[in-house]
C-alpha cells in the first residue's frame, strides 16, 4: 500500500472519508498498527503514562520521545507518524521549539509533529510551519497542562468555553496547521469546528462528527488498567491474557512441566560419552 500523506488527509475530509489514529511507542505494535490499516500513528506522550509509569504526561522528556520516536519508525511503513512535543519542548524560545520539533523528523523520522494549545502557540506553530515541518494541532482538554486547570475533565461545556476553544483550533488552522485533534469536548462544538475548519478533525472524546478519531492503543487493547476514560471502548483484554500466560508460566516452572522434551535441544548419546571421557582426562 502506498503511503499516506497530508495531501490525502485533506482529500479524505473533503470527500467525507473518516480517518483512523493510533498510539504506538515501540516497534512492535507500531507494526501491528500499521498493518492494521490505520491512516496515522501517533508517538503519544500518553507513553508517560501508559509505559513509563508517570502519574502525568508532564513529567515526559525530549529523549524519551526520540527513542521512543525512533523504535516506532522502525515498524511503521505505510501510516503518517506524528511525534508529540512533550511539555516543555515548545515553551522556551521559538528556536529551541523548532530545535526540538526538528528532531522528531531528523533524528526518528516522523513525518510530523503534535502539539497542544497553549497561550501564544500560535507563533510557535507558525515558526515550525515554516521551518519545514508538518504540525498537528490539539485544543480542548491538554493533558499536559490539565492538572493545572482543572483536572481532567470535559472542556467546553458552555458556550463561552466552548467559543475559546473554537477561537483556539481557527487559529491554529490560519498559520498551518494540517490537522486538529479534539480531546474531551461536547459532540456539538467538535461539530461546529469540523464544519468551520479546512483541515481534518481528528476527535478523542468529542462525539462522532469530528473527520476522524483517535484513542490510545493500550486502552483500546485493554492493556493499560490504571483507569478506563468514558470514551474509550475495548477491543481486547490483552492485559488479562499477559497476566494468565504469566502465570500458567510460572507454575510450569514450579511443576517441572517446562521445559518439556519439545522446548529442549538434545545431544546424541555417543557424542555425551566422548563429552565425558573428555572431562575424565
Not at 222 to 227: D, P, S, V
Not at 234 to 240: G, I, K, N, Q, T
Request: aromatic share 6%; with cysteine.
Amino acid at each position: 500500500m502506498a503511503k499516506v500523506t497530508i495531501a490525502e488527509l485533506l482529500q479524505r475530509k473533503q470527500q467525507g472519508g473518516k480517518l483512523t489514529m493510533l498510539t504506538a511507542y515501540d516497534y512492535p505494535i507500531a507494526k501491528l498498527v500499521d498493518e492494521s490499516g490505520v491512516d496515522i500513528v501517533l508517538v503519544g506522550d500518553s507513553l508517560g503514562m501508559v509505559v513509563l509509569g508517570y502519574e502525568t504526561t508532564a513529567p515526559v522528556t525530549m529523549e524519551e520521545m526520540i527513542h521512543h520516536a525512533k523504535a516506532a519508525r522502525r515498524g511503521v511503513a505505510r501510516a503518517l507518524l506524528v511525534g508529540d512535543m512533550p511539555f516543555l519542548s515548545f515553551r522556551g524560545s521559538l528556536e529551541e521549539s523548532i530545535k526540538n520539533a526538528s528532531r522528531f523528523v531528523q533524528e526518528a523520522g516522523c513525518d510530523a509533529v503534535k502539539i497542544e494549545w497553549k497561550q501564544g502557540i500560535e507563533d510557535v506553530a507558525k515558526a515550525i510551519v515554516d521551518a519545514g515541518i508538518p504540525v498537528m494541532g490539539h485544543v480542548g482538554l491538554t493533558p499536559q497542562t490539565a492538572a493545572s486547570s482543572g483536572g481532567f475533565r470535559v472542556q467546553g461545556k458552555d458556550a463561552e468555553a466552548a467559543a475559546r476553544i473554537i477561537v483556539q483550533a481557527v487559529a491554529l488552522e490560519e498559520v498551518g496547521c494540517f490537522a486538529m485533534v479534539l480531546e474531551c469536548i461536547p459532540d456539538l462544538v467538535a461539530q461546529e469546528i469540523t464544519q468551520r475548519l479546512r483541515i481534518p478533525t481528528i476527535g478523542i472524546g468529542s462525539g462522532p462528527f469530528c473527520d476522524g478519531q483517535v484513542l490510545v492503543t493500550y486502552d483500546l487493547i485493554g492493556l493499560f488498567e490504571r483507569f478506563k476514560p468514558k470514551f474509550v471502548k475495548r477491543y481486547a483484554d490483552v492485559a488479562s491474557t499477559i497476566r494468565q500466560a504469566a502465570s500458567a508460566y510460572v507454575s510450569d516452572v514450579r511443576s517441572g512441566e517446562f521445559p518439556a522434551k519439545e522446548q529442549t535441544f538434545s545431544m546424541a548419546p555417543e557424542e555425551f560419552t566422548k563429552l565425558k571421557q573428555e572431562l575424565g582426562r
